[in-house]
């Protein structure tokens, strides 16, 4: 017979589960990777670069820090070829050369540029996973299940933050260095088959617009025209990408502040402040599906308003517990329970605003394409919308850290807490006021 025969399989590899589950898994693997290295950076540094211990430090954060400039360097440019490219999936098994490549000059660097360019290398093809990934599932389900989809994605990038780094601290103790590698190896691996065997759905074409449509709209512009000035100045995407920014800031300022905080106002050890990231982010895991779900339900902004005022008010608490200038809480008993609660508190409503950019922008786009048919280009503009978002979270990548830690040196842990909670209270009334919200206008050539 002279017709194509189907792929092997191809009714489950196309399947709107199997999609989303190969890139859950991307995901996964992308920040198990990211944060894999962290525990054993010092091995790295002074066993095999040979490196003096007074250094650690500043490589430790250097290296941390290039994770971020790179993505947001190469981040626009992901999502702009991605949108041109006849499909997802090329992006997305092309990134698996990178990803390879960078982890095996991780693990195998004798040199601080082997090194560096590793994790370059791994940044960019992790850049892709967020970006491509993120937007083969908001094409992969339905406007209503959005939300849903992408709390599932979340609680899976969550369990790669919570196990690379434990993964990697317990194995270099108990196997030693080249074994612990045997771990992200297994793991690309699976990630490897299942890029490999998922086949992308077809998109819908979108809808014809009426005689009388047509009459009344301007041809559509040529592809790729106005995208970035037509979706920056829209209020829900300002809006939505200043909450992530922030978002991923504070996030990522534990990091830098929570470990020296504990030790110096509780005599914590690294065990306890393990145990307190556990605290932090196990509740996403379990959180993250019903945030989604809700978000579907009863729309964006209340949920996340309501999400930004409690964790700007568990913020307070995080700065006020074991200060001995706070009555009450600065005692012995007090202070670190108060601080654990905290904890706990801040990774359970912690979900209902993480994840608001990537439905809002794409929520926007969606609207301007049903409005203008064709308006970004046969590719449509979700790889350059999660462009942004990645963008976005990789300046508070780069921006938590820096500011958390500046802060705290210069006026303490506590008021560096406060600060930000003054961010979240000052988000809050920005997401109420035009998430969900703000009309999509027409487009002027």
């Known amino acids: 017979m002279g017709t194509d025969s189907p792929a092997t399989g191809a009714s489950w590899r196309s399947s709107r589960y199997f999609v989303i589950g190969t890139m859950c898994i991307a995901l996964f693997a992308e920040l198990f990777l990211y944060g894999f290295i962290v525990p054993i950076?010092?091995?790295?540094?002074?066993?095999?670069?040979?490196?003096?211990?007074?250094?650690?430090?500043?490589?430790?954060?250097?290296?941390l820090a290039v994770h971020g400039y790179a993505s947001v360097m190469a981040g626009p440019l992901i999502g702009h070829f991605a949108d041109k490219a006849p499909t997802r999936k090329t992006p997305l098994v092309l990134s698996l050369a990178g990803c390879i490549a960078g982890t095996v000059l991780v693990a195998c660097a004798r040199s601080l540029p082997a090194l560096f360019l590793g994790r370059v290398l791994q940044s960019i093809a992790g850049a892709v996973v967020w970006i491509v990934g993120l937007a083969t599932v908001a094409d992969a389900v339905p406007r209503d299940r959005l939300g849903t989809a992408m709390g599932v994605v979340m609680?899976?990038?969550?369990?790669?933050?919570?196990?690379?780094?434990?993964?990697?601290?317990?194995?270099?103790?108990?196997?030693?260095?080249?074994?612990?590698?045997?771990?992200?190896?297994?793991?690309?691996?699976?990630?490897?088959?299942?890029?490999?065997l998922m086949v992308e759905r077809a998109a819908a074409p979108p809808a014809a617009p009426s005689e009388e449509t047509t009459a009344l709209l301007d041809p559509p512009p040529a592809a790729g025209a106005n995208f970035w000035t037509t979706i920056l100045r829209h209020r829900r995407v300002a809006v939505a990408l200043a909450a992530q920014v922030t978002n991923v800031s504070v996030s990522v300022s534990f990091h830098?502040?929570?470990?020296?905080?504990?030790?110096?106002?509780?005599?914590?050890?690294?065990?306890?402040?393990?145990?307190?990231?556990?605290?932090?982010?196990v509740p996403g895991l379990v959180i993250s599906p019903f945030a989604g779900w809700l978000r579907d339900r009863v729309g964006v902004r209340v949920p996340t308003t309501a999400a930004f005022v409690l964790q700007g008010v568990v913020l307070v608490l995080l700065g006020a517990a074991g200060n001995e200038r706070v009555p009450g809480l600065g005692t012995v008993r007090a202070g670190p329970a108060l601080y654990t609660a905290a904890l706990v508190g801040f990774g359970i409503v912690r979900p209902f605003s993480s994840g608001v950019a990537s439905i809002e922008v794409t929520e926007v786009v969606k609207d301007y394409q049903e409005?203008?048919?064709?308006?970004?280009?046969?590719?449509?503009?979700?790889?350059?919308?999660?462009?942004?978002?990645?963008?976005?979270?990789?300046?508070?990548?780069?921006?938590?850290?820096?500011?958390?830690?500046?802060?705290?040196?210069?006026?303490?842990?506590?008021?560096?807490?406060?600060?930000?909670?003054v961010m979240f209270f000052i988000l809050a009334v920005f997401v109420f006021s035009f998430s969900g919200r703000a009309p999509v206008q027409e487009v002027t050539e």
Request: proline share 6%; charged share 10%; net charge neutral.
């Open 371 to 421: 409005k203008r048919p064709g308006i970004f280009g046969p590719g449509g503009g979700l790889s350059r919308v999660f462009s942004m978002v990645d963008v976005a979270s990789s300046l508070g990548l780069t921006i938590g850290p820096v500011v958390a830690g500046a802060l705290t040196e210069t006026v303490g842990y506590t008021l560096m807490s406060w600060f930000w909670s």
């Open 155 to 196: 609680t899976f990038a969550n369990a790669g933050t919570i196990s690379g780094p434990m993964v990697s601290g317990l194995l270099l103790e108990w196997a030693g260095y080249w074994a612990t590698w045997s771990v992200p190896l297994v793991v690309l691996g699976v990630d490897i088959v299942l890029r490999m």
């Open 256 to 281: 830098a502040t929570l470990p020296l905080h504990v030790r110096a106002a509780f005599g914590w050890s690294p065990v306890l402040v393990g145990a307190a990231f556990t605290c932090l982010t």
């Open 41 to 63: 950076l010092g091995y790295m540094f002074e066993q095999r670069l040979h490196r003096a211990p007074s250094e650690t430090q500043n490589l430790t954060s250097a290296i």
